[in-house]
């Protein structure tokens, strides 16, 4: 096999092109695959100048008699190929980079360039531009052999070569969130990028070669803690690849100096001091995360008193979740399994099997923490606040519609200055405008009261009435 480097203009391929000279061998080429937005993408990358990627050719010459005939097969190019021939045959006009701003996603620097083909179709660029594309240099490497298993071993290689994974391609967008992520997450190999000791010392960081797992993970995180900062809502978001890759592209004017990042910061230092000791396996990705967005609540509404039983409760978490791994398969699993771990199997990235998780998670470490408010009086501190919030299924204990986070409120069932106590279960979900006050509080407590002992006494059933059926099926559901 010979190789021989050259130059091919954009012309120059799109008449060997239309010559039937530049062929696709199909039984090993893969066909058509890019989208219609990645090859406006490659379009536009052309005018900007940048350069694109090397194009191999395998050089086919048969001579008969005193006839010859050449042509060129496509080894590696493919794609790009068609991208450039489709845009000059009409197939599509180039993105606008703030018209079709939610399409192209192109970051802040671009937009704020100048673009003279913004929008346009081949046939309604200047001239000076189709001169630009047409007369643009690409690197070609034409490959001499006369055994085509050659050139088919040749682009098996090509081919072979790692490609990007989500993460890694996302270390690569500009802004200030993707340096954000690098550094809670770290990189090996980059000193700058030594990861946050959460990842390193709690969840086993540097022990492998992770291509972006705990990045992928500090992203997760990032997104969940700062959109329920940012938007003031008790919320939570998804967190599978493009609801990060959503976030990445809003975010490109991201200040890693705010109040909220250098909060986040804040609460991993405190998970890994009260963790540090290493006496437990390494954290999994899901604890993580609910480990970060409790001692969120906890930071700053409760004593300290918490801190002290923090790994102890975290342990019995652990433990009891470990053991309902057991029980998935039996007739009735655990309510770990349950309400926890199954949610950690089936649609784990999404908003709804989250916030279904963090619910059951701080409940059970509540139990154990039972945190005290700095100020008992004023309330309930914000973890209280959020297992209410869950626990009460959104819906306001007077009028029973639906509760928005910015609009609740905890309240006393029976009341504070009466003697009731601030803890979960002398507490309910209400709408601020809904909040017994004075009288109505008492008329509340009264009617919750009698509501309770109603539920809470035994169903009487007319025994004498049931045939012998019916007794039967209900001895039989009785064992079910």
């Not at 180039?94 to 100048?114: C, G, M, T, W």
């Not at 995360?289 to 969120?296: A, E, Q, S, W, Y």
């Not at 009086?377 to 959104?394: S, T």
């Not at 029976?414 to 209400?430: C, I, S």
């Amino acid at each position: 096999m010979q190789t021989n480097p050259d130059d091919l203009t954009v012309k120059d391929l799109l008449d060997l092109k239309t010559q039937q000279m530049l062929v696709i061998n199909p039984e090993y080429q893969r066909g058509v695959v890019w989208t219609t937005s990645q090859k406006k993408k490659l379009v536009d990358s052309l005018l900007r100048g940048y350069p694109l990627p090397l194009i191999y050719l395998h050089h086919i010459r048969h001579a008969a008699g005193k006839l010859v005939s050449e042509r060129y097969e496509v080894i590696d190019g493919q794609q790009r190929i068609n991208a450039l021939s489709d845009y000059h045959d009409g197939a599509y006009k180039l993105f606008h980079p703030v018209e079709d701003e939610e399409e192209a996603r192109f970051p802040a620097f671009i937009k704020s360039q100048p673009c003279a083909w913004a929008g346009k179709w081949f046939q309604d660029l200047s001239q000076d531009l189709k001169t630009k594309f047409l007369e643009c240099q690409l690197r070609i490497v034409k490959i001499e052999t006369h055994d085509s298993n050659e050139a088919r071993d040749l682009f098996v290689r090509l081919q072979a070569g790692m490609p990007l994974n989500s993460q890694e391609k996302r270390d690569a967008w500009p802004g200030q969130f993707t340096d954000f992520v690098l550094r809670l997450g770290g990189k090996t190999g980059v000193a700058r990028y030594p990861g946050h000791d959460f990842f390193n010392i709690l969840m086993r960081g540097k022990r492998v070669q992770d291509r972006g797992k705990f990045r992928q993970l500090a992203a997760q995180i990032a997104v969940l803690f700062l959109n329920r900062h940012t938007k003031n809502l008790n919320s939570f978001c998804d967190i599978n690849g493009p609801a990060i890759d959503d976030f990445y592209y809003e975010n490109l004017g991201f200040d890693s100096q705010s109040l909220e990042a250098l909060r986040l910061f804040t609460v991993l230092d405190k998970v890994t001091e009260l963790l540090g000791d290493q006496k437990r396996p390494r954290i999994l990705g899901h604890e993580a995360i609910h480990l970060i967005l409790l001692v969120d609540s906890l930071l700053d509404d409760y004593t300290r008193s918490w801190e002290s039983k923090f790994a102890e409760a975290f342990d019995a978490f652990k433990e009891s979740f470990a053991i309902s791994k057991t029980t998935k398969d039996d007739r009735e699993p655990s309510e770990f399994w349950l309400r926890y771990g199954i949610w950690t199997r089936v649609n784990s990235d999404r908003s709804d099997a989250i916030s279904k998780r963090h619910e059951f998670f701080c409940t059970k470490m509540y139990e154990i923490l039972q945190p005290q408010p700095k100020d008992p009086q004023r309330g309930f501190g914000q973890l209280g606040r959020e297992i209410i919030y869950f626990r009460d299924k959104k819906r306001c204990a007077v009028c029973d519609a639906e509760v928005v986070w910015s609009d609740s409120e905890a309240h006393h069932i029976d009341e504070h200055a009466k003697g009731g106590r601030t803890v979960l279960e002398n507490g309910v979900l209400v709408h601020k405008h809904c909040h017994p006050k004075g009288s109505q509080a008492n008329e509340f407590a009264h009617q919750w009261h009698e509501k309770k002992k109603i539920a809470a006494s035994p169903s009487k059933i007319d025994v004498a009435v049931l045939s012998d059926e019916d007794n039967d099926d209900l001895e039989e559901s009785s064992e079910l």
